[in-house]
């Protein structure tokens, strides 16, 4: 069962949902929340009164822990050193950013290029093919950023795992799940998901015992797209068809002073 809760503001949606806990929760309650925002849920739940032994507030990367297998994860500092190498494999092969191995900062800033790149689904094929329809100095950039990437795919296929390999492996790893068959899961303070954690969304629709989630009202802040994402709301109602799962929908909305109110 999915229930979608829609209203005007994210924390007036984080409410209602955080409400729908029982006051005495049985079974296993999973609030799911960004993965700089642990504390905050955990402070979301203890003030709605509830029992945090019976609710468990998770990031995607620590719940992908409770579900799959343990098996070392590497830490971002891990991962960067493993791009570290991955540079220096790829180095002879670079054009565009063939002096820039060396510079201060340069591994940490290609690794969110390429975290950014692998959790939306963009692979070093893909990058080559948009490259043939770029001017030369954009062209030079992109093949250099896939041959970086797959040099960083080498490297890890040597038997490590990093934060977006094990994402996709815990999509893969819901439907075998047993226990959460019997979980109910709460998704609270995010704005936009990126391709991967919509393919774990998508199977927990599919697995869990109930899913929780919210979005902004279609009729909310038309001009601010920027600011609340219509397309989220799209590909959630888009992910429960694909899956076949019914749906209730939850108004979840607040009265705003005027000094708050969207621009309509």
């Given at each position: 069962m999915i229930y979608f809760y829609q209203g005007n503001t994210l924390s007036a949606i984080t409410r209602r949902i955080l409400a729908a806990l029982?006051?005495?929760?049985?079974?296993?309650?999973?609030?799911?929340?960004?993965?700089?925002?642990t504390l905050e849920g955990e402070e979301a739940v203890l003030a709605s009164r509830l029992a945090t032994m019976h609710v468990e507030v998770l990031p995607f990367s620590r719940f992908a822990d409770t579900v799959l297998p343990t098996a070392e994860c590497l830490t971002p500092e891990g991962c960067t050193m493993i791009l570290?190498?991955?540079?220096?494999?790829?180095?002879?092969?670079?054009?565009?950013?063939?002096?820039?191995?060396?510079?201060?900062?340069?591994?940490?800033?290609?690794?969110?290029?390429?975290v950014a790149l692998r959790n939306s689904g963009i692979t070093p094929e893909r990058l080559r093919i948009s490259a043939e329809k770029m001017p030369p100095s954009s062209a030079n950039k992109t093949?250099?950023?896939a041959t970086i990437t797959e040099q960083y795919l080498n490297?890890?296929?040597?038997?490590?795992i990093d934060p977006t390999t094990r994402l996709n492996a815990l999509a893969k790893g819901i439907a075998t799940c047993e226990w959460l068959r019997d979980t109910c899961i709460y998704v609270v303070d995010f704005y936009c998901f990126n391709k991967v954690q919509y393919e774990v969304l998508g199977e927990l629709m599919a697995h869990v015992k109930e899913l929780h989630i919210g979005y902004i009202a279609e009729s909310v802040g038309r001009d601010n797209r920027r600011i609340y994402p219509h397309d989220l709301r799209e590909n959630l109602l888009a992910l429960a068809k694909e899956k076949g799962v019914f749906s209730e929908s939850v108004r979840a909305f607040e009265v705003l002073p005027a000094h708050k109110q969207v621009i309509e």
């Open positions: 029982p006051p005495k929760p049985e079974g296993r309650h999973i609030v799911l929340v960004p993965d700089r925002f570290a190498e991955a540079l220096r494999r790829a180095e002879k092969d670079l054009v565009y950013y063939h002096r820039a191995c060396g510079i201060k900062g340069f591994v940490n800033a290609m690794y969110s290029s390429i093949r250099d950023i490297v890890l296929s040597g038997g490590k």
